[in-house]
């Protein structure tokens, strides 16, 4: 892996540092990528439980793709660059594994859309948040027309969306875009806790509620009978006898995921 991503594996809970500070983590083409491998280690490595993920520096988590790289790019290196960060981005929010963005500073354009391919968003205080693309003659390229919309509804997305006004991190608390705003010296614990409370539960049960909360914006799939179904699953399951029985016994669960 290059420089432009630090990953390190703290107790089960890879932590993904976005490191271009002095570009205020600008999303180029090959961050992206090296983004996709943690991505695939979180998914494919049973010592990987969760995901954090935030920015180098005080200042930005991510303020967008990296405009210097695609400046010159033609119609059709667009769509390849967009359907590069959409896999990626897929992945995040498709993962059986917790994900969460601790957000310590700028989420613009490419930034917030990764922030909102994760599960849950927690911010610092001075974090402003926006889709500025429009500024550009863009329109957001890597999900950003969708989840604005699925998270804090059409009026308000379409209003950022247009305008490219930022959001303060109290407002974005407000519109239910972050899931807390906390002090930046607090950012990483507040993460690692929310994490930790995640990962104390059943591994299949939290996969299988993502799943299931993730079908709801799936036009193919009927999120009723995913939920049916992940229910039913759940009963097959060691974790979910070891739940109840440790219920039952008045006792702590111990999970395996299985
Ligand atoms: N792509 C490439 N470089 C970027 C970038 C981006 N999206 N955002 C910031 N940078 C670079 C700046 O060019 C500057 O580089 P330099 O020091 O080599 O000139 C460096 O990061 C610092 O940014 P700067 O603009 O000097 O910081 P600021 O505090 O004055 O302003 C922002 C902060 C976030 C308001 C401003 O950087 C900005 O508007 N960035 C672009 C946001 C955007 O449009 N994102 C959507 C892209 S699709």
Redo the contacts with the bound molecule.
């Keep these: 892996m290059g420089e432009q991503i630090i990953w390190e594996n703290r107790d089960g809970v890879l932590v993904v540092t976005l490191n271009r500070a002095?570009?205020?983590n600008?999303l180029n083409r090959s961050l992206v990528s090296e983004l996709g491998e943690v991505v695939h280690k979180l998914n494919f490595e049973a010592d990987c439980r969760g995901l954090i993920i935030t920015g180098a520096g005080e200042?930005?988590f991510a303020?967008?793709?990296?405009?210097?790289e695609f400046a010159n790019y033609s119609g059709d290196e667009a769509a390849l660059m967009a359907r590069r960060g959409h896999e990626v981005f897929n992945e995040i929010e498709n993962s059986a594994k917790p994900v969460i963005a601790a957000i310590n500073g700028?989420a613009?354009?490419?930034g917030l859309e990764l922030a909102m391919a994760c599960h849950l968003r927690i911010c610092s205080a001075n974090a402003k948040f926006g889709q500025?693309?429009a500024?550009?003659g863009?329109i957001p390229g890597y999900g950003g027309t969708q989840r604005l919309v699925q998270l804090i509804g059409k009026g308000k997305a379409m209003e950022i969306l247009l305008t490219g006004d930022m959001l303060s991190a109290p407002d974005a608390h407000r519109l239910g875009l972050v899931n807390q705003v906390v002090e930046q010296e607090t950012l990483m614990d507040t993460a690692f806790e929310m994490m930790n409370k995640i990962l104390s539960k059943g591994p299949v049960a939290i996969a299988k509620t993502i799943e299931a909360v993730n079908a709801y914006f799936d036009t193919k799939a009927n999120g009723f009978e995913e939920e049916i179904k992940g229910f039913a699953h759940c009963f097959d399951t060691n974790d979910f006898k070891e739940g109840t029985n440790a219920f039952l016994e008045k006792r702590k669960p111990e999970f395996k995921g299985n």
């Design positions: 002095s570009k205020l600008a200042k930005a303020a967008g793709a990296d405009i210097s700028f613009l354009g490419g500025p693309e500024s550009l863009l």
